[in-house]
Every structure is written in C-alpha cells, then in structure tokens.
C-alpha cells in the first residue's frame, strides 16, 4: 500500500555530557512543532544495564500528510552507549546530568499513494505511472526537498543541541 522513496538518510554521532531526558524531550518537540509531524509512534524503546552504566535503543516513525496522494514519513533511530549519571556544575549549582555517546539517524521518506487508492488493478498503476511522470513531477520533486531539508535541518538541530549542553558541563 504506498510506494515508499527514501529521499533522506543521514547520521550524527555524539560522545560527552548531556541530559538525556531534555534531549529526548527536545527532539520530540522539535519534529512535532517544527515539522508539522503528527502522526508519531514509539516503535521501539529498550534499556540494557551493564553495572553503572545502560545502553539505550529508540526507534520512532513520525509522518504527516501533504495531500490525499502524497504522505512525509520520517524514521528516527537513537543509539545511545554507555549512559552513566553524572554531577555537573551549572550556573554555579551541582545538577545532575548524564554522559555517554548518542547515534541519531534519520530517514526522510516520500510515501506516494498512501491510500493504496491506485494499486487495485494493473490499469490504475498504469495510470500512476502516466500521472507521476507527466502530471506532477514538479510536485515531486518539490517534496523530495522539503523532505530533505525537514530531515537534515532536525540532524543539524539535535547536533547543535547536544553541542550546546556539552559545553555547559
């Protein structure tokens, strides 16, 4: 049902100090409120203790329609390694914070006939083809960009986050 265009897949990677759960909360934030994506699920969420330390795995799938035809698709996957507590000092006050290494890859998906309103019969796929060939490449590549620039400009955003809290500790 759809056909799926990956137009979008990037990584960062992070090793320091940083607030997990303001982090977390960040990105949610940030995608929802600056995407316009709300279609969200948290497809994955998984904690393994290793004595002081736990490792994290995050897998979440974000999407928003732009039309009856045309749906934006987004898969975010967080790694996070090592993830101990840590005391810093913030604005002269001791605060507790966390420190370890974060991955965060993400891929900006073009799903075209998400309705499956064209795959009913060989002759409406035909007609698919025609349609996206001739009728609305402009669209489509229109889309493609925004994608694009939707997903790095969140990779640049969480980057520069984590960049940020690192220098406060």
Do not use: H
């Not at 409120?33 to 897998?59: P, V």
């Not at 000092?89 to 799903?111: M, P, R």
């Amino acid at each position: 049902m759809g056909e799926e265009d990956t137009v979008f897949s990037s990584k960062i990677s992070y090793k320091g100090i940083f607030s997990f759960k303001e982090f977390y909360a960040f990105c949610y934030n940030w995608l929802t409120e600056e995407t316009g994506l709300d279609d969200f699920s948290e497809d994955k969420y998984s904690e393994k203790l290793a004595g002081d330390t736990k490792d994290i795995d995050i897998e979440w799938t974000a999407s928003r329609n732009f039309s009856d035809y045309f749906k934006f698709k987004m898969k975010i996957a967080f790694t996070i390694r090592a993830l101990s507590q840590v005391k810093i000092k913030k604005e002269g006050v001791e605060t507790d914070s966390n420190k370890g290494s974060v991955e965060v890859k993400v891929k900006g998906i073009l799903v075209k006939d998400y309705q499956g309103k064209f795959d009913i019969s060989g002759f409406r796929k035909f007609l698919r083809s025609i349609y996206e060939k001739y009728v609305i490449p402009a669209t489509v590549k229109d889309l493609k960009g925004k994608i694009a620039a939707d997903s790095n400009e969140f990779l640049e955003q969480a980057k520069a986050y984590l960049d940020l809290e690192g220098r406060k500790g």
